[in-house]
């Protein structure tokens, strides 16, 4: 009788730490995700700015290899040169100073969402009954 009420309190003291640990699981998982799409749009960006810079240095080459690629690439290729970073004449910005906070935050979002993972993990572990 005393193993049974044993795991019947292991089992109370699980069931109310669970929700704790499914919130810190499901916080994780979105900053992760946060953290991965800004880091995506900080590659866009980059790219982007490049595909501009080329497009305005190199017009007539960009315009040929433009209309070589199929058409799904050809419509990504014009979209990125028209929404790339312009240049504003001598004072121009590199792409990557740009794209850098976006990088620097990403990549702290994915970190702290894998901590808390981490943490939830950790955290089942430790208050499992044996």
Do not use: N
């Not at 699981?25 to 590659?43: A, C, N, S, T």
């Not at 070589?68 to 312009?86: E, F, H, I, T, V």
């Amino acid at each position: 009788m005393m193993d049974g009420t044993r795991t019947s309190d292991s089992a109370l003291h699980v069931s109310r730490c669970w929700p704790r640990m499914k919130s810190l699981l499901v916080i994780g998982l979105f900053l992760d995700l946060v953290g991965v799409v800004i880091l995506g749009m900080g590659e866009v960006m980059k790219g982007a700015a490049s595909l501009r810079s080329l497009r305005e240095s190199y017009k007539d080459s960009f315009d040929y290899d433009v209309q070589q690629r199929m058409r799904s690439a050809r419509l990504l290729l014009l979209l990125g040169a028209k929404l790339g970073a312009a240049q504003s004449g001598a004072r121009r910005e590199p792409p990557a100073y740009r794209a850098f906070p976006l990088t620097v935050y990403g990549f702290v979002l994915l970190v702290v969402g894998f901590l808390l993972q981490w943490l939830a993990a950790l955290w089942g572990v430790i208050r499992t009954p044996q």
